[in-house]
């Protein structure tokens, strides 16, 4: 079904809030009149701050522009509860607003439906549809933590096209080339907290922040370290006012004062096998408002991830390149039949500099 004009340019100023509104969804506003002339446009602002449809009345006013009568053609439902900001399904109802077009129900058990069936009964027409698809993939991390309580999982990997990490004495900078890492940063940008190990902090130093792309504010980091290790002067402590949540299995008081005097959280989530209980992480970080999770951690963590098919999404980087024996993307095997394989839908593929991005997910029965 194709787009209508009016949702198409809602849909782009939600493309525009990415990296700028967590923990809320991305959601683009367009007001136009009954003859179809645009009266006013808006996007959500950082949490706290007015929403879509509160920035398309103001951006309205501000050209001079009455809504009465006019149709609101929004990219999420109309909010319906009191939270940071006022419910937008009011203030759309007492500027005179004739009708709403929405893409899709919000989620949130706290407005589904409510704030659509109060726009009808204050005798707002309201249609909803148009853009559905594009909207929910744009909130996607949003869905899944409001219907699962989990953020979407995307494990991010750049590999040789024989599918090797890194050479097998470790050796992996460079395997993409630059255009392909600025992309990789534009996902970080996305997410709502970076993930990776204690192995990648110990061998890589990484800083893990987003340098080359524009973000709001730098998305927290989350460290699965079981026993600790993390050092206090690590070079992820360097990102200023980036939140570092450490999640462990062991007790280690006195790493765990040391690291807290760095600013870090230290969690402890005891699972299986002295190791992190990776289920309860995911619970933890939908807890904190984490929609996105991007993961760049080694072939171990990943593993460990995907057996416990905690993976919702593969972000893979493809450089032209063959090195032979090396250290793999994820280690899950050996399997015993094709049978037992991980099964993957291909998504999105794409040439990104030199490189290929291919856009992967994992194959579930329904729903996510």
Not at 81 to 99: K, S, V, Y
Not at 355 to 359: E, G, I
């Given at each position: 079904?194709?787009?209508?004009?009016h949702i198409a340019r809602a849909l782009a100023l939600a493309r525009e809030a990415i990296g700028f509104t967590e923990p809320n969804p991305r959601v683009g506003c367009v007001i136009a009149s009954a003859d179809g002339v645009v009266l006013g446009v808006g996007r959500t602002q950082p949490?706290?701050?007015?929403?879509?449809?509160?920035?398309?009345?103001?951006?309205?006013?501000a050209r001079g522009h009455d809504v009465a009568g006019a149709t609101a053609y929004v990219t999420l439902e109309p909010c319906s509860?009191?939270?940071?900001?006022?419910?937008?399904?009011?203030?759309?109802?007492?500027?005179?607003?004739?009708?709403v077009v929405a893409s899709v129900q919000d989620p949130n058990p706290l407005v589904a439906g409510q704030g659509f069936a109060r726009l009808r009964a204050a005798g707002i027409a309201v249609e909803v549809g148009p853009g559905a698809e594009e909207s929910r993939?744009?909130?996607i991390g949003f869905f899944s933590r409001m219907v699962r309580g989990t953020p979407w999982v995307r494990m991010k990997i750049a590999a040789t096209l024989d599918g090797q990490t890194a050479l097998a004495n470790g050796a992996s900078q460079w395997i993409t080339g630059e255009a392909a890492r600025a992309d990789g940063h534009a996902w970080r940008a996305r997410a709502g907290a970076i993930l990776t190990g204690i192995g990648t902090v110990l061998e890589d130093q990484p800083r893990l922040d987003v340098r080359l792309a524009p973000v709001g504010q730098q998305p927290p980091l989350v460290i699965v370290d079981s026993r600790l290790q993390t050092p206090p002067h690590a070079a992820l402590f360097e990102v200023p006012a980036r939140p570092v949540w450490i999640y462990a299995a062991e007790a280690h008081?006195?790493?765990?004062?040391?690291?807290?005097?760095r600013g870090a959280s230290v969690t402890h989530l005891p699972g299986p096998g002295g190791k992190v209980d990776l289920a309860a992480l995911l619970k933890d970080l939908g807890g904190r408002g984490v929609n996105e999770l991007h993961v760049e951690a080694g072939f171990k963590l990943n593993g460990s991830l995907l057996r416990e098919a905690l993976v919702d999404?593969?972000?893979?980087y493809l450089a032209p390149k063959l090195v032979g024996a090396g250290q793999g993307m994820v280690n899950i095997g050996p399997l015993a039949a094709l049978s037992d394989a991980v099964a993957l839908e291909f998504g999105e593929v794409e040439r990104i500099g030199a490189?290929?991005?291919?856009?992967a997910r994992v194959s579930r029965p329904a729903g996510f």
């Open positions: 079904m194709e787009t209508p004009l949490a706290g701050q007015p929403h879509a449809e509160i920035m398309a009345m103001r951006d309205a006013a509860h009191h939270g940071r900001t006022g419910p937008c399904c009011d203030a759309l109802a007492a500027a005179g607003i004739a009708r993939a744009l909130n008081p006195q790493a765990q004062r040391a690291l807290e005097a999404e593969f972000l893979v490189d290929l991005r291919v856009l």
